[in-house]
Structure formats: C-alpha cells, structure tokens
C-alpha cells in the first residue's frame, strides 16, 4: 500500500498569513494527488486534483504543486473560512490512501 | 446542481447488516465512477470501495471485502453499499463521491455498530 504523509499535523496562523502543508507518498505517484478541505461536522470538500488543478469553483488562493513523492498545498491569505482540516489523498493505485490530516487553526 | 444525498445509516448491532443508498442528480450518473469512503468518528478518511461507470468493475479495501458489496442502478441514479457481519470498527460516517477526483460529495450517514 503507499503511505501518504502529511506534516505538520497541527498548524496555527493568524487571518491574513501563507501556510503551506505537504504530503510525502511512500512511492512514487505521479501526479495522482489531491487535496481535501473538510471543517467540523461537514463533508470533506474537494479543493486540487492531478496534484496542480484547482477544482471548479475554489478561489485561486489555494495552490498545488509537486510530482513523483514530495507534494505541497499553499494557501494564501488565509480568511476565517479556511481553518479547517486538510487532506491530500493518492489515486494512482488501490487501495487509495488518504494522509493522516492537517488541522489549521487560529493563532 | 450536483447533488449527492446519503440515506441508510443508522444503529445495528454487531453481526448485523445495512444497505445505504446514494441518490445522485445533477449530472450523468452512468458517466462516472462512484465511490464510498467512510470516516470514523474523530478519525480520519478511509476509502471504501469503487465501482466503475457500468458495474463490471469493484474494487474494496482489504478491511471490507467479503462482507461489503458495492453496487449502481444507473435507471435509478443510485449507488448502493451492502454492509454485512458488520463490526464496531465499521462505526463511521459514510460518504459517497464522484468519480475518480471526488470532486463531489455527499453529506454522509453514520453507521453504528453497538450492541
């Protein structure tokens, strides 16, 4: 199975800073990464796919990038709405893995 | 609007079983891949199972196969997920998404498995 790693676990940022999370693959992916946003009592919602493309509809303050094993998500400028947590997640191969989750929170 | 709507879950206990359905609209169904991927509580995301856009195709994860059955009626727009000899360690909720980006989800059920 690969095993995605994201670091920090736990974040805290003030509203207006740039926080970026990574995931490590076990192996190596490709671009078969992407990245969940999911707040407290919600659905998980789908923010990057193919590693770099942002979702229909998600501002472009959230960005992507990485390749092979070592991926990144940026978020700027962060808002109120954006603490939440976050999850990468492979798709190249089954079974499909999600990382452990990042949770941001206010400073 | 793409929608994707749980229903099913509830209270069962051990050994016992489930059905959940997955009402789509908004969209083709028949076009996409859909898929389960379940979250226990405070925990995080595990996937499920996949079933490919005509049903010849199931993938599980190794925790539920031989007691879960994923299925689709494209007629209905639904997605199904059959749960059986269920266990506490099934206790989740449970959201069904679309496609291989999961660019959609729905707002989940919670199974409990207690006696």
């Known amino acids: 199975d690969i095993q995605m790693t994201q670091s920090p676990s736990s974040l805290s940022a003030s509203v207006g800073d740039r926080v970026t999370i990574s995931c490590r693959a076990s192996?190596?992916?490709?671009?078969?990464l992407a990245w969940f946003q999911q707040k407290p009592g919600k659905a998980p919602k789908s923010l990057i796919y193919?590693?770099?493309s942002l979702q229909s509809g998600v501002p472009s303050k959230f960005s992507g990038s990485g390749s092979g094993t070592d991926f990144t998500l940026t978020i700027s400028s962060l808002q109120p709405e954006d603490f939440a947590t976050y999850y990468c997640?492979?798709?190249?191969?089954?079974?499909?893995?999600f990382g452990q989750g990042t949770r941001l929170e206010i400073k | 609007e793409v929608q994707l709507v749980e229903s099913g879950g509830g209270l069962v206990q051990p050994g016992g079983s489930l059905r959940l359905s997955c009402a789509a609209s908004?969209?083709?169904?028949?076009?996409?891949?859909m898929i389960w991927v379940r979250q226990a509580p405070g925990k995080g995301l595990e996937w499920v199972a996949n079933?490919?856009?005509?049903?010849?195709?199931?993938i599980y994860a190794d925790s539920v196969k031989g007691r879960f059955t994923i299925s689709r009626d494209n007629a209905k727009n639904s997605l199904y997920l059959q749960m059986n000899s269920l266990r506490a360690e099934d206790t989740a909720v449970y959201y069904c998404?679309?496609?291989?980006?999961?660019?959609?989800w729905g707002q989940g059920t919670l199974v409990t498995v207690s006696s």
């Open positions: 192996q190596g992916i490709s671009n078969y």
């Open positions: 997640q492979q798709y190249i191969d089954y079974p499909i893995t």
């Open positions: 079933i490919k856009q005509d049903g010849s195709e199931k």
């Open positions: 908004g969209f083709t169904f028949s076009r996409y891949w």
């Open positions: 193919g590693a770099t």
């Open positions: 998404a679309r496609g291989v980006i999961h660019d959609y």
